[in-house]
């Protein structure tokens, strides 16, 4: 009977043939096209790095609240932020405005006590609570801050008052017509909006709201 150079013992296998004892493995060559095709990347992305925990920094990272730091996620499609709450919670959610899509957090790592889009000063939460929100169907609460360094002398003092002046002109204008527009729409006189052709963005949103709602898909 032939010898073995090494003992089961100094191979450290105890005599075990793995692969028998994995049988779906196969023994035969494993394709190439897993490492090198686009197609079969676009599935790992979708089935496997969209749906699996990822390891992106350590709680060590954010000791206290209101630390953040910012990952990237190519694989992902995505970029995320990741932070401590104001109750010692650890959060992280889509570094994406849902205004207009722009990115909310450009520097990789701070503390901050909210997070503010730069493009229009949509304000988040450290939880990623965006602050204002629907309450009904025809009833949205609006939360507005504004915070500026402490002015050190008059023209700066004026200048930060003259800004909150200008943005609560802003404001009222955008939303004062909303009331009266809520109020025509509930009384039914019409039952479609008749919209021009390149008013894309408007059709875009009722589009996208109906695919993630389904109303009228549901009704047939």
Same mark, same amino acid.
């Not at 965006?130 to 507005?144: Q, S, Y």
């Not at 009222?172 to 039952?191: H, N, P, V």
């Given at each position: ?53 990822? *390891?992106?920094? @350590? ?35 889509? *570094? ?17 006590? *909210?997070?503010?889009? &730069?493009?229009?000063?949509? !304000?988040?939460?450290? *939880? ?28 700066? @003092?004026?200048?930060?008052?003259? !800004? ?26 019409? &039952? ?29």
């Amino acid at each position: 009977m032939a010898t073995q150079g090494r003992s089961d013992r100094e191979s450290g296998t105890n005599g075990t043939v793995w692969h028998e004892a994995y049988p779906e493995l196969g023994t035969g060559p494993i394709p190439i096209e897993p490492c090198v095709s686009a197609e079969y990347f676009e599935l790992e992305r979708e089935r496997i790095y969209k749906r699996t925990w990822l *390891n992106v920094g @350590r709680v060590e990272h954010i000791p206290r609240p209101g630390a953040y730091f910012v990952k990237d996620l190519p694989v992902c499609d995505t970029s995320v932020i990741l932070t401590r709450g104001r109750d010692a919670a650890l959060q992280a959610f889509h *570094n994406m405005c849902s205004h207009r899509g722009n990115k909310i957090v450009w520097d990789r790592r701070g503390s901050c006590q *909210n997070f503010t889009c &730069k493009f229009h000063g949509w !304000s988040y939460g450290l *939880n990623g609570s965006l602050n204002f929100w629907p309450l009904a169907p025809d009833r949205t609460l609006w939360e507005v801050k504004t915070y500026f360094p402490a002015a050190r002398n008059a023209a700066q @003092r004026f200048s930060q008052e003259y !800004s909150k002046v200008l943005l609560r002109e802003a404001l009222l204008e955008d939303a004062s017509t909303l009331e009266a527009t809520q109020s025509m729409l509930a009384s039914g006189a019409k &039952k479609e909006f008749v919209l021009q052709d390149q008013e894309l963005l408007v059709r875009h949103g009722h589009k996208v709201i109906e695919d993630m709602v389904g109303f009228y898909r549901a009704r047939g």
